[in-house]
């Protein structure tokens, strides 16, 4: 009674489409959950201090951090874990707290009542007062040293080593409280006659956003364990656990979001199972075993490939069961959505194939990478960057259909048995991929950036430059929607809204969604049914918006 009560609550103040806000407000629940969580034992060692040897460039013994002309930050790592996590600390101090300053900031701005966060606090407490249990012990001691670098500034929300633990499990919570994923990312795999020079060839997109500033400071880390394989990861500082990485081995790990129901009580974070996988497993009989030894709390679905064995695998994860897909062919696709026998008559996932975007999306890839063959590191990643519907139909800008919805925290391009590892740099997709050797990465201990794909030529164009101001507009909506924070459009902001983007449904269904509480329900339902003759993301998006044509309706009588 208490948890359907809870998911109820939680759907009442929720706004599906608003993605952005969305997470704030999940990341929120996390950060005020004030259930101080006991630090785990670490040895008595003595860790000296960082010294800078040129700008944006920090060494302490052999790890160090540094930011190279692309604006990424690079850090090599060594060490036992609560030394590794210490010395991620120091060397990233700045880094890890700015990351903390754009929760704590965007919880501020965004939901300023305090009763409400009294309220959330309640509610969300039961979620991961038993986290560290499901942990392993190194990575709670290298997350413990990080965690000494965080600032005193916020220690009146909870205690250092409790937030950033809570921060690892955002990204479970974030999709797991919502009827949607919260990141829609789609990936892929190929091989054999599907690539270039025959051998595995993986990309995927990340879209995970918490608003420019967040994914302003990028970091990739390469991270030799005295445990395990040597791997890198892309992600943010602060963030121990893997989105997107690949190990000395050839090894590749990406994870995807997929449907899930409110969790009773928190499990081990999908991202720490994934960096296990990263750093334990040389091929995917050993990543399998530990997926299925590891209980989690939400739904996902991990892409493995390896170079030992020549292919890659979808190991598809629920709270309660587990399956393996491998395809027929020599192409794997990734939305989110499972596509193994063990989930074939599952309801959720049925349910989740039939009302989100992730079958166009899965559709779409398929149709591009059947066109575009065989597949090197430039053609994965014009696949990535691609706006397009079915057969190029026009989406607009930023719809969640599309395989690049002009909003991923990082794409990456991964070539597991070369060692060649691409990361898109800036602007979401669009920047400069950089390509790093990881072979001799860590047989120098020097990281080595050996190849780029230059960026996407809409980076200049005047379409994005008008997509960035829609975006702004778009934000502020929402903040008044959602929060109620002043705005008054005139006609002419109105105008340049919708030419700004005008074949997108979210047009449309923003500007509805304005008009309507403002109480113009002939404005609002013109623009609902304008938003339904473009190509709406989902069939449950549709929905909504006759639902709202016909709420309008009944209140304009």
């Not at 969300?124 to 965690?147: A, T």
Request: with cysteine; hydrophobic share 35%.
């Amino acid at each position: 009674m208490l948890r359907t009560i809870i998911k109820y609550l939680f759907r009442l103040i929720w706004i599906p489409t608003e993605l952005l806000f969305a997470f704030i407000f999940i990341l929120f629940t996390i950060v005020l959950f004030n259930a101080q969580i006991d630090t785990p034992e670490v040895p008595e060692i003595h860790i000296g201090e960082r010294k800078q040897v040129g700008k944006d460039h920090y060494v302490l013994g052999n790890s160090y951090l540094k930011k190279n002309k692309f604006g990424v930050w690079e850090m090599y790592l060594e060490g036992e874990p609560y030394e590794r996590g210490v010395i991620y600390g120091k060397l990233a101090k700045e880094l890890v707290q700015e990351q903390e300053d754009i929760f704590v900031g965007q919880i501020n701005n965004f939901l300023p009542n305090k009763l409400w966060r009294h309220l959330i606090k309640l509610m969300v407490g039961f979620f991961n007062s038993d986290l560290p249990e499901n942990i392993p012990l190194e990575n709670q001691q290298e997350i413990y040293g990080i965690s000494l670098a965080f600032s005193d500034r916020y220690d009146y929300i909870a205690s250092k080593y409790t937030r950033i633990l809570n921060y690892h499990a955002a990204h479970d919570i974030g999709h797991a409280l919502n009827d949607y994923s919260v990141v829609g990312c789609t990936s892929f795999a190929v091989k054999g006659n599907k690539s270039e020079n025959k051998e595995l060839l993986v990309g995927r997109n990340f879209d995970f956003y918490v608003g420019d500033d967040f994914a302003k400071n990028k970091l990739i880390i390469f991270v030799n364990p005295s445990k395990g394989y040597k791997f890198t990861s892309y992600s943010w500082a602060g963030f121990t656990g893997v989105a997107s990485g690949m190990n000395e081995k050839g090894l590749t790990v990406t994870i995807n979001a997929s449907k899930s129901d409110l969790p009773t009580s928190s499990k081990m974070p999908i991202s720490l199972l994934a960096r296990e996988i990263l750093q334990y497993a040389k091929n995917i009989d050993e990543a399998v075993a530990i997926a299925k030894k590891r209980n989690t709390f939400v739904s996902e679905t991990l892409m493995v490939s390896s170079a030992a064995d020549g292919r890659a695998v979808l190991i598809e994860k629920s709270p309660a069961k587990l399956g393996v897909y491998e395809s027929p062919t020599d192409q794997l696709v990734c939305a989110n959505h499972y596509q193994s026998a063990r989930f074939e008559k599952d309801k959720e996932n049925l349910k989740n194939i039939s009302n989100s975007d992730s079958k166009y999306r899965f559709d779409r890839m398929k149709q591009l990478l059947g066109k575009s063959h065989p597949l090197n590191p430039s053609i994965a990643a014009t696949i990535l960057r691609d706006q397009g519907g079915w057969n190029g139909d026009t989406l607009g800008m930023g719809n969640p259909r599309a395989l690049n919805q002009l909003q991923a925290h990082h794409s990456v391009v991964m070539q597991p048995e070369s060692g060649l590892y691409f990361i898109s740099s800036s602007d979401y997709q669009l920047g400069t991929f950089l390509g790093y050797d990881l072979n001799k990465t860590f047989k120098t201990k020097h990281i080595q950036l050996v190849d780029s794909i230059p960026q996407d030529q809409f980076v200049t164009s005047e379409a994005y430059r008008k997509f960035k101001t829609f975006k702004t507009v778009k934000q502020q909506i929402t903040a008044y929607l959602m929060f109620d924070k002043e705005l008054n459009l005139s006609e002419k902001e109105i105008a340049e809204f919708i030419s700004n983007n005008s074949e997108s449904y979210v047009t449309y269904e923003q500007l509805g969604k304005y008009f309507q509480k403002k109480k113009q329900l002939k404005k609002a339902i013109s623009a609902y049914e304008t938003a339904l003759t473009k190509r709406v993301a989902s069939p449950k998006i549709e929905e909504e918006l006759r639902n709202l044509i016909k709420e309008c309706r009944k209140n304009g009588k």
